[in-house]
């Protein structure tokens, strides 16, 4: 557990920052800077209300603000009763996923538009679990692919195919030594899931997507299992590039089915 006492040098440090920003946010930027030097880990307790008065020379509703300010932003959280106070919370990377996506939500990216970037980013996600991943790291992949080895036996199988496909590329984002680089891959991937478009071809049969998907994938293990950098590029970007294809086509043949039922 780091040290909990806020240091002396934080106070001095708001005269530092942009005059035109508002009390609150300079007192949440020096709480966050102070939890990333202080090396505190989720659970640590913060000082108290009194003790950041004191410390920032601001007023109890200011404090007040600046922590409401962080635990919406899911960095701390505040409980009650015995024991209770103000303690440094995890942000899971699926809350912050969900709340990055609403940035979308009225900007609706294309299928074009992920994959042009899954093409840049998941070759060099895959060269990088390269020594990294352990027997039961492969076993988790090689489960998931299993979902999908057999055809569907409905529409409800169907769509837990396409989710498990998916789920392949996310759990090696969830395995990437680079954080920033399994995050961004990992939310590409909640995108997908997300998108009403992709929600509408997943629920059709794509028996030639479950192919795909399994072609490309196992010999992206059977790459990786050999250390081989390069050839997990070359598969990774090949197996985007017809992923996209495939996806496009589909997104045409949605499009037109809505434009059907509106005309």
């Not at 806020?6 to 440090?13: A, Y």
């Not at 300079?26 to 913060?46: F, N, Q, Y």
């Not at 192919?211 to 590029?233: C, I, K, N």
Request: net charge neutral; hydrophobic share 40%.
């Amino acid at each position: 557990m780091g040290d909990t006492s806020l240091p002396r040098i934080v106070s001095p440090m708001l005269g530092t920052r942009r005059r035109a920003r508002r009390r609150t946010e300079e007192i949440c930027d020096s709480i966050k800077d102070w939890i990333v030097e202080a090396r505190l880990k989720p659970g640590d307790r913060l000082p108290q209300e009194r003790e950041l008065m004191q410390r920032f020379s601001a007023s109890k509703s200011t404090v007040r603000e600046a922590l409401q300010a962080l635990q919406a932003q899911g960095l701390i959280v505040t409980r009650t009763g015995p024991g209770g106070g103000t303690f440094v919370a995890a942000l899971q990377p699926g809350r912050a996923m969900e709340l990055l996506g609403n940035y979308f939500f009225f900007k609706q990216p294309t299928i074009a538009d992920i994959y042009t970037a899954r093409k840049l980013l998941e070759p060099e996600l895959a060269a990088s679990v390269i020594g990294v991943l352990t027997e039961e790291d492969y076993r988790r992949l090689e489960e998931t692919m299993r979902v999908y080895t057999q055809p569907p036996a409905n529409l409800g199988e169907e769509y837990q195919q396409r989710i498990a496909e998916l789920d392949f590329h996310t759990v090696l984002a969830e395995l990437c030594p680079n954080p920033v680089l399994g995050f961004v891959c990992g939310f590409l991937h909640s995108l997908l899931r997300n998108l009403t478009v992709c929600r509408r071809i997943y629920d059709k049969p794509n028996p030639e997507l479950r192919e795909h998907a399994l072609h490309f994938q196992a010999r992206l293990v059977t790459a990786l299992r050999r250390g081989d950098a390069e050839s997990a590029r070359a598969i990774m970007y090949q197996h985007m590039c017809a992923a996209q294809s495939y996806m496009e086509a589909c997104e045409t043949e949605v499009k037109s089915g809505f434009l059907r039922v509106d005309g």
